[in-house]
């Protein structure tokens, strides 16, 4: 029996073969790799389905709500207005290019929420109050941070 | 498209669910469906902007110069510019009349005196022009037809315009000079068109 600091009499003792590893643990260790990696895409494909789900519901519902509304400030606290802004605590980039896609589609007033959210304002003083300038300004501005 | 055709079945329904007293009240549709402008607008015969009070951030117009503020008392202030001044005397009275001469203006507000809507008499006295948010044009026949609760908690929840805080006029003459008259004459034609294109609402 060999002692802990005896040297092995062979090399192939100790060392597995340059076969094993490159036939096995390697194809294996890709294979993981590419399960786990295609696992984390389609979480991350239904949870951002999922977020998108919720901001459509509530944001009809925010839209139907306050359709009636002029006052900024009632418009923006109403609840579902304050839930998709809870919602981009945990993705922000996810929300801000979906509020772009619906004031795009739906022309559903994000501006505020957009301002907020990105520090940003390509709303120029003179385009104040006219909703088509401004929605063009804010699809313009997503186009140049690759969010549309 | 920011003009959106809705029946009147689903108008009224939906108005009716807004302003409960509407129900009973005499009133019409006078325009489509449009996100472009508002109540605050629609009272200073705009048609394409939105109007509101709100510092720092430009996402609704505002004149240069007028108090950023939601107070009835700011509002009076701002519209002083467009060539309005308070109507004295009860509300219910004589303010609320037509008056030959005179173009008028009504500030809904909270108890606690934030504004939350205007409206607009018609040019010969017909009733009141309304402009409720992003929806319709709706002309109802006195100011209490959509009036509800004036708590600032109802408000806050979006489920009221309050009561009447307010009622300003101008002369004729001073509406001409702003080009207002104009304004209101070229919107209320388009809507004339609109409505005969596309079939009368009625309610």
Known sequence: MLEYCDPPAGISEWRESRESWDSHSFDELDAKRALASALNGASAKAKSIGIEERFNDLAAVWAHETAHLSSPAQIMMHPSYQAILGMASTDKTQIVRLMISDLKENRRPWFWALSYLTNANPVKQSEAGKMDKMIKSWVEWGKQHGLT | MPQVLRSSTVIKSHFCALFPRLASAEWSIKSPKDDRYQCIAWAACRTHIRWW????????????????????????????????ERCTGAIDDACSRFEIGYQKVAIYATSDRCVLHMARQQFFGKGWLSKCGSLEDIQHADLRSIEGDPSPLVAALGQTYGEVAAILRRSWWSALTRFCLFRCAWAALKFWTYRKKHGQWRV
């Open chain 2, 53 to 84: 009070p709100v510092s720092g951030h430009p996402t609704v117009h505002w004149p240069p110069g007028a108090p950023l503020d939601d107070s009835v008392d700011a509002f009076a202030e701002s519209f002083s510019r467009l060539g309005y």
